[in-house]
C-alpha cells in the first residue's frame, strides 16, 4: 500500500547541480516529516536535510550553504536541490518519509550521486 521513489541521481562534474526527488503514496494519515540522507563509501548514512510539516527544514552539518530541501504537497514530494557539487558529496542519497504516528519512516532504494573531480 506504500509507495516511495527516490530518483535523480547520476554523474556530474564538480561544479554542476543535481536535482532529487522522491515520491509517495500510500495509505498513512498526513506526512510528518520528508527527509534525505546520504551514505558515503566506508561511511555511516548522515543527515542531509529534512522538512516537517510545518515548513521548517533541518540541515545537516556543512549542508545549508550548497543544498536547499523543499516539498509539493499537492503530489506528495520532497526534492533537494543540490548545487556546487564536490567530489566528497559522492554518495548514496536515500528519501525518508515519517508519516504521523509512526516512529520510523520508510525509506527509498537510494539513488546514487557521482562527483567527478
Known amino acids: 500500500q506504500v509507495q516511495l521513489v527516490d530518483s535523480g541521481g547520476g554523474l556530474v562534474q564538480a561544479g554542476g547541480s543535481l536535482r532529487l526527488s522522491c515520491a509517495f503514496s500510500g495509505d498513512v494519515f498526513g506526512i510528518y516529516e520528508m527527509g534525505w540522507f546520504r551514505q558515503a563509501p566506508g561511511k555511516e548514512r548522515d543527515l542531509v536535510a529534512s522538512?516537517?510539516?510545518?515548513?521548517?527544514?533541518i540541515y545537516g552539518d556543512n549542508m545549508k550553504d550548497r543544498f536547499t530541501i523543499s516539498r509539493d504537497n499537492a503530489e506528495n514530494t520532497v526534492f533537494l536541490q543540490m548545487n556546487s557539487l564536490k567530489p566528497e558529496d559522492t554518495a548514496v542519497y536515500y528519501c525518508?518519509?515519517?508519516?504521523?504516528?509512526?516512529?520510523?519512516?520508510?525509506w527509498g532504494k537510494g539513488t546514487l550521486v557521482t562527483v567527478s573531480s
Open positions: 525518508n518519509i515519517l508519516p504521523r504516528g509512526l516512529i520510523t519512516g520508510y
Open positions: 522538512i516537517r510539516r510545518s515548513g521548517s527544514s
